[in-house]
């Protein structure tokens, strides 16, 4: 059994709202190995979300520590975490975020910009990853040219961009009708299947259903670990 | 992925919008350009009249700036002797300025009368015909608005009557006298009808008689660079004139003129202002229509500086071209009212409002280009600092 990645040790989140603190994170923890398919299904406002974001270094817990690949995210500093999740994190968002002026060439390419790649080698790159995602013949596209299951499978490309360590996907499938859904499903399978370590929040059943392994969460907590 | 090409991409998303706030940059600009031209552009031509025919200092009766007064000063003629024995000076002339007539087809045309002396003379230019001689007393040079009012070109006789009785219409002096040529005189008003004749011709007809004034003396140092000191020394050897040097008349302008210069400054300093503001607003609706886009490259890894970078170059392509339409509408208003403001009656002619230097497109569009960074500023501040989130939560809403 490979060691895990990810190691998440009884986070709290509290977020203050009309003077009050709501508690989004009550010690949830959690341990992803490496190659892993995980999902983690609840229903709204059970914290699931907001679990991904710590565990992807966009937000910081109230209390409790996330370790990626040995490194504590709480020890460093705003700009190691944004290179961080640059180098060593892909993310799925629900309403796909791409850059609407840009290319879906040019939106894969952009990390690896930033990354410092260069131009040939981020060109080579995108084109490899569209036409794993199946959208070779529409790298010249932009993103406002591309239906929603075409643009989030571009932005799944983007997430592999800079081959990150963990791919980490919230709702992929939430703006997407069934059909379009199926795809993505699959699209998340063959990743896997290719060594890809995946987190993927989802209140969806049948998405949930893909993953090795499925946690569910309640009020903040996770409930029971399914293997 | 170019910046600059991201940055005009993003711009053009609202391309109405972008075009606007452009035209109102262009604006700005044009009026800071304008503004930038119309403070040190006077005191510039001002200069350049002056020295247009390379004499660099004036000496005018005491108490008085050079043809600003009717005041005059004696012994004229023992003044220029001295000073053309001064081996620092190339040439000296002395100038006469009298209001005069001419007999034109059917009627007395007023005129404006230069009594010069050719061999030191800068007020004037030859278009036509011949220059007067030292001791030509029978010839006559026209400005061409004097031509057309007399009916006369070069080799015509005229006829100049000075110190015209208004009552019975008649001069105490006529001079039948020859037109040798016609001239453009530098400092004359546009349609200025004027005439010059050698000095004692100019003495009589101004005074009826031959009497050693003149308005003022034009000295030309040898060489440039030591017209300051040589002005110096004839303060001190003609302690009863004014000795003005170019220097020291532009500084005497620039201080009658200093109401004008405060006007350009607080215009440019507003129309700088309004495109800090217009650039500042436009750039912020845009961050804030992009905070989940921001947010995403934020989250996947993208670095503040290059959010801020971007938007700021976005700020610079908006002033870029605003400032390059500006240039363009700045130096086509600037001829528009330079040909309105230099009609007034009584500007040299040749004299500028707006005078487009180097220097003064240079300083406009530093200053436009450092603002518009500013005005970046804090649309890129907010980007930057845009709490990842919390605005992933409230966009999942």
Known sequence: ?227 | MNDWIWSIKSLARRRLRTVLAVLGIAISAAMLLDMVMLSGGIEKSFADLLTAKGYQIRLSPKGTLPFDTEATLPAAESIIRRLRQDPAIAAAGAVLGASLYGRGRDSLVTLFGYGIQPEGQGLYWLQAGSDLAPSDTNGVLLSSAAAGLLGAGVGDTVRMVGRLDPQVMTGSVDRKLTVRGLVHWVYDYRGQPSVGTVLPVMQMLAYGHREDRASLILVKAERDGHAPALAATLRTRFPDLEVYSVADLVAVFKQRLVYFRQLSYVLGTMSLIVSVLLISTLLTITVNERLAEIVTLRAIGVARSTIVRQVLIESAVLTIVGGATGLVLGLGTARYLDSILTSFPGLPAAFSFFVPRRESVGTAAVVLLSAGCLAGLYPAWVAARTPIAATLRSEAT
Do not use: W
């Not at chain 1, 949830?28 to 565990?55: F, H, M, N, W």
């Not at chain 1, 199926?182 to 299947?193: A, C, G, Y």
């Open chain 1, 1 to 227: 059994m490979s060691s895990s990645i990810l190691i998440a040790r009884n986070l709290h989140k509290d977020y203050p709202m009309n003077g009050a603190a709501v508690h989004a994170l009550r010690g949830a923890s959690l341990d992803v190995r490496a190659c892993e398919y995980v999902a983690i299904a609840g229903p709204s406002g059970s914290g699931k979300s907001t679990l991904l974001q710590l565990i992807g270094g966009i937000d910081a817990p109230s209390s409790g520590s996330v370790e990626l690949l040995g490194t504590r995210l709480d020890a460093l500093s705003d700009r190691e975490l944004t290179r961080l999740r640059l180098t060593r994190i892909g993310f799925v968002f629900q309403r796909f975020h791409l850059l609407p002026v840009l290319t879906a060439r040019e939106n894969v390419e952009l990390p690896m910009s930033e990354a410092g790649r260069g131009r040939r080698e981020r060109r080579d790159r995108a084109s490899e990853l569209l036409a794993y995602v199946g959208l070779g013949h529409r790298a010249d596209h932009r993103a406002t040219q591309l239906s929603g299951g075409e643009m989030q499978r571009v932005a799944i490309a983007r997430a592999l961009a800079n081959q990150p360590a963990l791919l980490l996907a919230d709702e992929p499938t939430g703006e997407l009708d069934a059909a379009t859904g199926m795809e993505i499903l699959s699209l998340f399978r063959r990743l896997n299947q290719d060594g890809t370590t995946l987190v993927v929040v989802t209140h969806d059943e049948q998405l949930a259903a893909e993953a090795g392994r499925v946690i569910h969460m309640l009020d903040g907590r996770i409930r029971e670990p399914r293997p």
